[in-house]
Nanobody, 117 residues
Framework: QVQLAESGGGLVTVGGSLRLSCAAS????????FRWYRQAPGKQRELVAS???????NYADSVKGRFTISRDNVKNTLYLQMSSLKAEDTAVYLC???????????WGQGTQVTVSS
């Protein structure tokens, strides 16, 4: 079993920065993909960024050049560095780990990010 816990959300003004963290525990050896999603009120959940175990990354067009996904294997923590934040980045951000061996998906509880103008 894998447990994920996000932190680092909060209230920030337009143009500001935040770093989200997703602390993982449990059996992580078979995790192959690490993702950040977000969900704004009344909108569908959106994939923001993904990181493959080999190191390749992908970003939603809306965050390219502003967000960076990374992972600390020693600390078992996934990060999302967010800069040049916009009001439309306001959402609950959730981390997601994919177990490619067993086709299982694990989610954190989410952390709220609010960007005020």
């Amino acid at each position: 079993q894998v447990q994920l816990a996000e932190s680092g959300g909060g209230l920030v003004t337009v143009g500001g920065s935040l770093r989200l963290s997703c602390a993982a525990s449990g059996f992580l050896a078979s995790m192959t993909t690490f993702r950040w999603y977000r969900q704004a009120p009344g909108k569908q959940r959106e994939l923001v960024a993904s990181l493959a175990r080999g190191g390749s990354t992908n970003y939603a067009d809306s965050v390219k050049g502003r967000f960076t996904i990374s992972r600390d294997n020693v600390k078992n923590t996934l990060y999302l560095q967010m800069s040049s934040l916009k009001a439309e980045d306001t959402a609950v951000y959730l981390c997601n780990f994919v177990d490619g061996t067993w086709s299982r998906y694990y989610w954190g509880q989410g952390t709220q990010v609010t960007v005020s103008s």
